[in-house]
């Protein structure tokens, strides 16, 4: 649950009463876990985050949310070759191993899904057409980084990765930021105007693969999560 706008009035007794039925709703779906994201920009956020701990939520991870306009026409340094699971040039097991290899060792704290928990979430968000935003790249024939470019659900014309990350042996390589170009390029022909980001506060590498692509600071945001159902 993310709440994208401040609400100006904004009451901590309403705000509990929302949590406790989002819980309510949580409990009767049967879900595994649920998590919500604050924005720290906003006037209720220390108030927010009292509530969610009070009711056994957990801080996860803090975040840094950047955009970035899609409209100018720069040139791509170096294009790599790409395969997609649409084009049926790459398995689904071979996908998620090397997104498991992306993940391995990156700045972001380490998740608490499985990669199929991941791989799920993939076609239950994208929907229709996920196939073709699971993308690798390859340098000849090597794997070397892997993106999940696309259109975020609600809109027509805001460009998302859903991940993106390089392969352990590339990396410090200046690889990941002419990659990282190269899927804001797909995002452009998707039909994406601008393009949102994030990365945990931590993780200075590819805050600096944002900043090297012309991204600017939007805002900081946290994401708290709960466990309803362990097995």
């Not at 991870?61 to 970035?68: G, L, M, Y």
């Not at 196939?131 to 259109?151: A, L, Q, R, T």
Request: aromatic share 14%.
């Amino acid at each position: 649950m993310e709440e994208t706008e401040e609400d100006v009035l904004y009451n901590v007794q309403t705000y509990k009463e929302k949590i406790s039925r989002f819980e309510e709703v949580c409990f009767n779906w049967e879900l595994k876990r649920a998590s919500i994201v604050l924005n720290k920009r906003f006037s209720s956020y220390n108030s927010s985050a009292k509530v969610l701990l009070d009711a056994g939520f957990s801080l996860y991870a803090a975040k840094i949310e950047v955009c970035r306009e899609l409209n100018n026409g720069e040139e791509l340094e170096r294009q790599y070759t790409y395969r997609s699971i649409a084009e049926g040039t790459l398995s689904e097991k071979d996908f998620k191993y090397i997104w498991e290899q992306c993940m391995s060792g990156s700045g972001n704290q380490t998740s608490i899904l499985t990669i199929d928990e991941h791989f799920y979430s993939v076609q239950t968000e994208l929907d229709k057409g996920w196939e073709k935003s699971c993308i690798v790249f390859y340098d000849k024939n090597e794997p070397i980084g892997m993106s999940i470019p696309h259109i975020e659900t609600g809109t027509e014309s805001e460009g998302r990765l859903f991940y993106f990350g390089v392969m352990l042996y590339y990396r410090g390589k200046g690889i990941a930021s002419r990659l990282h170009l190269q899927s804001l390029h797909m995002l452009k022909e998707m039909g994406a105007t601008y393009y949102i980001g994030s990365t945990h506060t931590s993780n200075e590498k590819m805050q600096r693969i944002f900043w090297r692509n012309n991204c600017s600071l939007k805002t900081e945001i946290e994401l708290y999560y709960k466990i309803f159902n362990e097995g």
